[in-house]
């Protein structure tokens, strides 16, 4: 199920299959980051707040996407912020939730999609 989130958004990343707890096996192993707005985004990062860890991204074109890659880690449900600006306007969500998809395949693993829409809103979601 896909979800729009505007500025006050809930993500946090936890792992899943279709069949099984969303806890379970989910690896994480990457990050895509897509601009589908008619302006570039900047300063965008993105932070798992109980680690400190994060993403960051200088500069994404309109209609671009800026992506990388990591050791995979076991998806662990922690809360995810992303900040970034917009046509000069400085953009911050609040912590949200994204849950992996039904239909997951096992032992695959799986990135994290976040796009960017216009006027604050982006939508987060699971992929293979």
């Known amino acids: 199920m896909k979800r729009m989130y ?3 958004l809930f993500l946090a990343l936890a792992g899943g299959c279709s ?3 969303p806890f379970q096996a989910v690896r994480i192993d990457g990050l895509i980051l897509q601009n589908q707005t008619g302006q570039p985004l900047e300063n965008i990062t993105l932070v798992v707040e109980n680690t400190r860890e994060f993403a960051a991204c200088a500069y994404i ?4 996407s800026f992506s990388t890659r990591f050791p995979g880690r076991r998806y662990q449900g922690n809360p995810v912020r992303v900040t970034w ?21 096992p ?3 799986a990135k994290v999609l976040i796009v ?3 006027n604050g809103l982006l939508d987060g979601q699971m992929i293979q």
């Open 107 to 109: 032992d695959k693993p």
């Open 19 to 21: 069949s099984v707890s």
């Open 85 to 105: 600006s917009h046509r000069g306007r400085k953009w911050e969500s609040k912590k949200f939730v994204i849950k992996p998809p039904d239909g997951l395949i």
């Open 116 to 118: 960017f829409f216009e």
């Open 61 to 64: 074109l309109a209609g671009s």
């Open 6 to 8: 505007g500025v006050c």
